[in-house]
């Protein structure tokens, strides 16, 4: 093999370890982007959850209190 071949082949796969290298960083940056989303989305999936867990806690006693409400407005100022 002469030089010049062994130099062209060199810079060749050097070029390819480039592009691959490139490839991995844009694949590892996608990777955080979508790991920082599924983080967000785990946190507001448990904000929900929290606030669905507390509406089902008050609801009982808001269904009560409009009850009452409804009857005051009906019974014009009844307090059952």
Do not use: W
């Not at 448990?46 to 209190?65: F, G, N």
């Amino acid at each position: 093999m002469s030089f010049q071949r062994i130099r062209e082949e060199y810079e060749r796969k050097l070029a390819d370890m480039r592009n691959e290298f490139r490839k991995l960083q844009m694949v590892e940056r996608e990777h955080k982007r979508m790991q920082a989303r599924q983080e967000r989305e785990r946190q507001e999936l448990m904000r929900y959850q929290a606030e669905l867990k507390e509406l089902k806690r008050v609801k009982p006693s808001l269904t009560l209190e409009a009850a009452f409400v409804f009857c005051r407005v009906v019974c014009r100022g009844c307090y059952c």
